[in-house]
């Protein structure tokens, strides 16, 4: 039997992230291209993303036919299209002027995950591609939130729209993130919990 889920946020009842949750609106657009076996993970950052910035749009899929769709909606934008992948031709975010009506692609998951991702999408290679400084002041102060080594898709984001506008105010993204976390860690026996602290 499933545990009950909150209607709104669909984090488990006793696990409600409503209250957290501040929404935004921002000027870029924000595409998650998904691996299948990340939906419904529960440490996904990603519907978290969804719940805070609610035009995010996300798409399940891993082969170039399952993306059909978004890459015809791509070809029809009139808005330069990047995609959020660090690699050799990569250029930094934090010192590359971009303009605010684009459209920003990401891969969700594990870098295994995003990797093979990009591996089965050749047409992804297409649209330059951005890399984030992770060292850089700002990206410091939003990645104190996770606890975690690896880079999630909500924080991944809460970067790039400060890079592409050091103005904008990440902080609906940043407390989600922190209430997830502590939401986690109040979940754990009190040993595993002190492992995290
Ligand atoms: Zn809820």
């Known amino acids: 039997m499933s545990r009950p889920t909150c209607p709104n ?28 076996s990340e939906v419904g993970h529960a440490k996904n950052s990603v519907r978290l993303l969804e719940l805070v910035i609610p035009n995010t ?5 891993e082969t170039a ?12 934008s009139k808005k330069p299209v990047y995609l ?6 990569s250029v ?5 002027k971009i303009e605010s009506e684009v459209i920003l692609l990401f891969l969700d998951g594990t870098w295994r ?3 093979k991702l990009l591996q089965l999408n050749p047409w992804l290679q297409a649209y330059p591609a951005l890399h984030l400084d992770l060292d850089s002041a700002s990206n410091y102060t ?29 902080a609906p993204l940043t407390n989600a993130l922190s209430a997830m976390v502590e939401q986690r860690l109040a979940s754990m026996p009190a040993d595993v919990r002190a492992r995290y602290r």
């Not at 409600?16 to 998904?34: F, W, Y």
């Not at 749009?57 to 899929?61: A, C, E, F, I």
């Not at 930094?92 to 590359?96: E, H, M, P």
Request: net charge negative.
């Open 9 to 36: 946020c669909h984090y488990p009842q006793n696990a409600c992230l409503c209250a957290s949750i501040e929404t935004m609106q921002v000027k870029p657009e924000l595409i998650i291209l998904q691996d299948p």
């Open 57 to 61: 749009q996300v798409v399940v899929g």
């Open 65 to 76: 036919d399952d993306f059909a769709v978004l890459r015809e909606q791509l070809a029809q």
């Open 84 to 89: 959020v992948y660090p690699s050799d031709t």
């Open 92 to 96: 930094s975010a934090n010192q590359t």
């Open 113 to 115: 995950k995003a990797y």
């Open 142 to 170: 939003i990645r104190k939130a996770s606890r975690s080594d690896s880079l999630s898709t909500l924080e991944a984001a809460a970067m790039m729209l400060k890079a592409i506008d050091a103005k904008q105010n990440v």
